[in-house]
């Protein structure tokens, strides 16, 4: 059972480039999210999607586009990498038990180490 | 405000001993759901336990249960018996059930266990 798929492990990107983090989940999940991770700042929401073809911001969600063509699939990308997005990204996925309710428990991927020089 | 706050950024405990986290939370959503989880150095985010604002007990997994204070707004960790294992980054996180479908996390406390 391969949970909640990371790809790269670690990616170095130049100011200005651009490139998709890669996130696939295989538990048939509708929620899935993205994180990014800062020392002292705990992990704070990007972008999120309730269902296939539909996503919604979350906190810090300049510079980072989403989109959810398949329920399996979420993939974030940087159109210009800048140094302020150097960071850990976390993918995460859920399910939630009784509708309405606030039980969504979240299983998380092992993380992208990225860095903008 | 924060919706999640962590105010020990670092903790240390004696093995077998017990270690409470603290979290405290702020929200006008009377449903809403208490997350913790662990990170290990490896970096994997890890969930650890869940408790529901309507649940009337405090929840348990094994070691860890959550002292619930609703009327406090805390949520607090407790390890008992810690292990060499349980060093690690703890975070706690909320979700309003009603008002949206955001996950809030906390800054997070360290906490190392001491042989």
């Known amino acids: 059972n391969a949970g909640v798929t990371q790809t790269p492990k670690f990616q170095v990107l130049k100011t200005g480039q651009s490139m998709t983090l890669q996130c696939a989940q295989d538990m048939n999940h509708e929620y899935m999210s993205w994180y990014r991770q800062d020392p002292g700042m705990g992990l704070r929401l990007i972008h999120y999607s309730v269902g296939a073809g539909i996503t919604d911001q979350g906190e810090v969600p300049n510079g980072y586009n989403v989109s959810r063509s398949t329920t399996e699939d979420f993939p974030l990308r940087l159109l210009s990498a800048a140094p302020s997005q150097t960071s850990v990204y976390f993918c995460?996925?859920?399910?939630?038990?009784?509708?309405?309710?606030?039980?969504?428990?979240?299983?998380f991927g092992a993380g992208t180490r990225l860095s903008v020089l | 405000a924060q919706k999640i706050t962590q105010t020990q950024p670092g903790m240390f405990v004696q093995e077998k001993e017990a270690v409470t986290l603290d979290c405290t939370y702020d929200t006008s959503d009377p449903s809403y759901g208490l997350f913790w989880y662990k990170q290990p150095s490896s970096g994997e985010m890890i969930f650890l336990i869940y408790q529901g604002s309507y649940d009337q007990q405090n929840a348990t997994e094994g070691r860890y249960s959550l002292n619930f204070q609703k009327a406090r707004k805390s949520a607090n960790l407790v390890i008992s018996a810690s292990q060499l294992g349980d060093s690690a980054m703890y975070f706690c996180a909320m979700r309003e059930g009603n008002t949206g479908n955001q996950f809030y996390f906390g800054t997070g406390t360290s906490l190392t266990v001491i042989p």
């Open positions: 995460a996925s859920s399910y939630s038990i009784g509708r309405g309710t606030a039980k969504n428990i979240q299983y």
